[in-house]
């Protein structure tokens, strides 16, 4: 039960924080994979991360989830092209891929939601991209679309809540107690989490 987190320069920190540590406390092992396994990456917030893992070593079948995240990167040129092209052969494998923030526009760059339900930042963004889903855009925290997710760089927790229902981690009562508890700071969903 391995998921992969996609890790580049000026990769946004914040957006994947619950939805990897609620996937590792739940069982499942996170690795890094970034443009190659020997060059660490800084996030925005200034750390310094080493891949685990180099992009064209990473196989669909030997993982259950992608995860692409915000980076100042997916707009300022192609740096970023290839994981793009990595999470098409994984839906074309059937392997899940969640992206939030401006991976979503790397994705609407590769043709990945012109025929998917998806969100993003804001419509205006993702059509700045010159993709054709538009009308498939949802305004939502979050959306997933069979085995695509997809959520906005304000939506980390909505974000989590998406993967972690598709990856089983939680269900039903206990994936909306994790919810209400994270996201809306409801105390009583606390002992709903923990019984």
Same mark, same amino acid.
Do not use: N
């Given at each position: 039960?391995?998921?992969?987190? %996609?890790?580049?320069?000026?990769?946004?920190?914040?957006?994947?924080?619950? %939805?990897?540590?609620?996937?590792?406390?739940?069982?499942?092992?996170?690795?890094?994979?970034g443009?190659?396994?020997?060059?660490?990456?800084?996030?925005?917030?200034?750390?310094?991360?080493?891949?685990?893992?180099?992009?064209?070593?990473?196989?669909?079948?030997?993982?259950e989830?992608?995860?692409?995240? !915000?980076?100042?990167?997916?707009?300022?040129?192609?740096?970023?092209?290839?994981? %793009?092209?990595?999470?098409?052969?994984?839906?074309?494998? !059937?392997?899940?891929?969640?992206?939030?923030?401006?991976?979503?526009?790397?994705?609407?760059?590769?043709?990945?939601?012109?025929?998917?339900?998806?969100?993003?930042?804001?419509?205006? =963004?993702?059509?700045?991209?010159? =993709?054709?889903?538009?009308?498939?855009?949802?305004?939502?925290?979050?959306?997933?679309?069979?085995?695509?997710?997809?959520?906005?760089?304000?939506?980390?927790?909505?974000?989590?809540?998406?993967?972690?229902g598709?990856?089983?981690?939680?269900?039903g009562?206990?994936?909306?107690?994790?919810?209400?508890l994270?996201?809306?700071?409801?105390?009583?969903? =606390?002992?709903?989490l923990?019984?």
């Amino acid at each position: 039960m391995t998921v992969h987190l %996609a890790v580049y320069d000026t990769f946004a920190d914040w957006e994947t924080g619950h %939805a990897t540590a609620w996937l590792a406390r739940t069982g499942h092992t996170v690795r890094t994979v970034g443009p190659d396994a020997t060059t660490a990456v800084t996030t925005i917030g200034g750390l310094r991360v080493q891949p685990e893992l180099a992009l064209d070593d990473l196989k669909p079948e030997d993982s259950e989830l992608l995860i692409l995240t !915000g980076a100042d990167l997916w707009d300022s040129g192609d740096d970023l092209a290839p994981f %793009a092209r990595k999470a098409r052969e994984f839906l074309d494998a !059937g392997v899940p891929v969640a992206a939030i923030c401006g991976a979503t526009a790397g994705l609407a760059r590769e043709g990945l939601l012109d025929d998917r339900k998806h969100t993003s930042a804001v419509s205006f =963004y993702l059509a700045a991209t010159g =993709y054709k889903g538009g009308e498939q855009y949802v305004e939502a925290d979050a959306v997933t679309d069979g085995d695509l997710i997809t959520a906005g760089p304000t939506e980390p927790v909505a974000f989590a809540r998406e993967v972690l229902g598709k990856l089983g981690s939680f269900e039903g009562k206990k994936l909306d107690a994790w919810y209400r508890l994270f996201h809306d700071s409801d105390p009583t969903a =606390y002992e709903e989490l923990e019984s």
